[in-house]
């Protein structure tokens, strides 16, 4: 079955071919350093890990470009209220946005690019636009200039030019040709930073980054532009604006790919609304994985909604494919080869469609049934290694302490020697140690309390 992939800009499927074979170059919007990522962030990110992942287990060559956002209004407003330097703010952010997606699984990105090192094209880019007349400049910056660029909302399916509509950050000026127009380049203001060009002292806008730094890696032209639907519009929008009108190559992108939103209280989760909860948060209270679990195993253009008894449950699902996957790790039974085989078939047919990864998972469980109740060996476990390369979700090696394997082998003794009391003594304590142990004919499993 061929790869199908909804495209955001034709709002249909279709099939998955790159610009130039095997190579797919893709970039997603990364994160505005100026606070610390939330579990809404995490749900785009690693749903793209994923995605990646998958496309190169099907043996496509991905390039996988993140930017970071390291100099912006937010974090410029976030550091005066802290009395702190921005882009030292910044760089703090950064370092620990880099901490908090590791821990999530989050390892497919080849290169996360700040847009300070991009300074020189993101000037580079503006000159063009002023020469060729998309671009003006007013008292505070220079501006596109929307009227010039006719197919403006063809990926939004929408042309509204709202102030508030056309930006994410503080573009607004009375000087402005029209009020939906973005600012590409800042004047300096004092107390701001700043970098002395051609265009004059300032900082860039927001917009201006993502060409930037794509027209830098990949040219004029790539395959896949990935990020969240709130990203559309206006920030998407401005970008094919900006980088269709510097080059005259269309589409910017051949592939527009968006997640949909995280809500909470059924409520989109953003930092605006003071509704949001860090990565960090949920760390303190859930394995990575099974946070990964969560998104992986849902749709990516699905609307989910967030509560810690969701994560329970998903907690719950992911211990009992863990569960399966050690009790297949040491069983001689003999395989299901036309099950292993007709799972995989559809399982990947699946993930085909768009990356259909609830259909996937529905399989496997179907397939986890199947196994327990007929018997399963090293190939199923195999199988479920096959997936995990994709998933990153298993734990199937877990790091034992030293002094509940002690306590463990101190029980069984006991219980050979029919010292029930000691035995159960023994039990309590690894217990309170946050491990279980499970016993069977071929001996006792130890395992981390869910």
């Known amino acids: 079955m061929t790869l199908k992939v909804y495209n955001t800009l034709t709002r249909k499927k279709e ?102 090192d991009y300074i020189d094209k993101i000037v580079s880019q503006v000159e063009r636009l002023v020469k060729k007349g998309y671009a003006y400049k007013i008292k505070d910056g220079y501006y596109f200039d929307l009227t010039k660029f006719s197919e403006y909302g063809k990926l939004a399916k929408r042309t509204a030019q709202e102030a508030e509509d056309a930006v994410s950050r503080i573009d607004e000026n009375d000087e402005k040709r029209n009020k939906g127009d973005f600012c590409l380049w800042k004047f300096y203001k004092k107390g701001e930073p700043f970098w002395e060009t051609s265009l004059g002292k300032g900082r860039p806008g927001w917009h201006i980054e993502d060409t930037a730094i794509t027209e830098t890696e990949f040219g004029a032209q790539y395959d896949v532009h990935g990020g969240a639907i709130d990203l559309i519009f206006p920030h998407h929008e401005a970008e094919i604006a900006q980088m269709e009108s510097i080059s005259g190559e269309k589409p910017l992108v051949k592939y527009w790919i968006h997640t949909a939103f995280l809500n909470i209280n059924k409520k989109k989760m953003s930092k605006s609304l003071k509704n949001f909860v860090t990565i960090r948060e949920a760390l303190e209270k859930y394995d990575g994985k099974v946070i990964r679990y969560f998104f992986a195993s849902n749709h990516y253009r699905t609307t989910l909604d967030f509560s810690y008894e969701v994560l329970d449950q998903n907690k719950n699902s992911l211990e009992r494919l863990n569960d399966f996957a050690r009790n297949l790790k040491d069983s001689k039974s003999k395989d299901d080869l036309k099950l292993i085989e007709k799972t995989r078939k559809a399982f990947f047919a699946a993930l085909d469609d768009d990356f259909d990864t609830p259909k996937a998972f529905s399989l496997l469980f179907d397939f986890v049934r199947d196994v327990n109740k007929n018997g399963g060996g090293k190939k199923s476990y195999e199988f479920l290694l096959e997936i995990d390369k994709i998933f990153n979700i298993l734990i199937l090696d877990e790091k034992i302490p030293e002094s509940v394997i002690k306590l463990a082998k101190e029980r069984e003794e006991f219980r050979k020697e029919k010292k029930w009391k000691e035995a159960d003594v023994s039990r309590d304590k690894i217990t309170k140690l946050g491990y279980i142990i499970e016993d069977s004919e071929s001996g006792f499993r130890i395992k981390k309390l869910a």
């Open 15 to 116: 099939a998955f071919k790159p610009i130039k074979g095997k190579k797919v170059k893709l970039f997603v919007c990364g994160p505005t350093s100026y606070d610390y990522a939330h579990i809404g962030h995490a749900k785009t990110y690693v749903q793209f890990d994923v995605i990646v992942k998958y496309l190169r287990f099907l043996g496509y060559d991905v390039f996988y470009l993140q930017n970071i956002t390291n100099i912006d209004d937010k974090i410029i407003n976030r550091a005066k209220e802290e009395n702190k330097d921005p882009l030292k703010l910044a760089d703090e952010f950064e370092k620990k946005y880099y901490e908090d997606v590791k821990k999530i699984g989050v390892d497919s990105i080849n290169k996360y690019a700040r847009a300070t």
